[in-house]
Structures are given as C-alpha cells and as structure tokens.
C-alpha cells in the first residue's frame, strides 16, 4: 500500500511564503515525476509544478519565478516552496506521483489535499 502524506498548508497574507511536503511510503520500488497540482472552488485541477526523478522542473507559468519544486529521492519526499503568495493562489494542493512497488507495476497515485489560503 502505498501514502503520499502532505503538510505544510495554511492561511497566509499576500506576499507571504509557505513550504508545502509531500511524503511517499510503503513498499515503494520507484519514483518517477512527483508532481504538485491544485485546485480552486468551481475550478478544475490545474497542474502547478513537475519534478522528473532526475531533478528536470517545469512550471505553470502563473507560478514561474515565485514557486520551486524540489525532491529529497532518499527520503522520497516532494516540496513546494511558494514565495509572494497571492490571493488567487488560494486552493486545495494535491501531491501526486507515478510509483512502482515491490509488487505492482507504475499507478498514477494522489495525496489527500492540504489546504492553502492567501487572504488579507
């Protein structure tokens, strides 16, 4: 069975920084792109950044120069570091992340959504 655990969501003023984690466990063979996306009331999931087990970023270009994606493959732990938030950032931040386990071929796997609100 195979978690993907997020923290580090919360409220924020614009302008403010939060760091998002997201955690891979279980009987975890290998990790390819581990990806942060999120989602806004009414709106549908948007994907904001993309890391390739190799280290290679891509971006949304609504968050280019202001978020960084980065992995710790030892720990196999995906971050967000989101810096001068603004208010349309505002949404629910899903960590997903293509896994192969000890006992299944590559699933497409999701975490339960952690909670980042930029309001003044």
């Known amino acids: 069975q195979v978690q993907l655990v997020e923290s580090g969501g919360g409220s924020v003023q614009p302008g403010g920084s939060l760091r998002l984690s997201c955690a891979a466990s279980?009987?975890?063979?290998?990790?390819?792109?581990m990806n942060w996306y999120r989602q806004a009331p009414g709106k549908q999931r948007q994907l904001v950044a993309r890391?390739?087990?190799?280290?290679?970023?891509n971006y949304a270009d609504s968050v280019k120069g202001r978020f960084t994606i980065s992995r710790d493959n030892a720990k196999n732990t995906v971050y967000l570091q989101m810096n001068s938030l603004k208010p349309e950032d505002t949404a629910v931040y899903y960590c997903?992340?293509?896994?192969?386990?000890?006992?299944?071929?590559?699933?497409?796997?999701w975490g339960q959504g952690t909670q980042v609100t930029v309001s003044s």
């Open positions: 279980g009987s975890l063979r290998s990790i390819n792109a």
């Open positions: 890391i390739t087990s190799g280290g290679t970023t």
């Open positions: 997903n992340a293509l896994i192969a386990t000890m006992v299944s071929s590559r699933y497409n796997y």
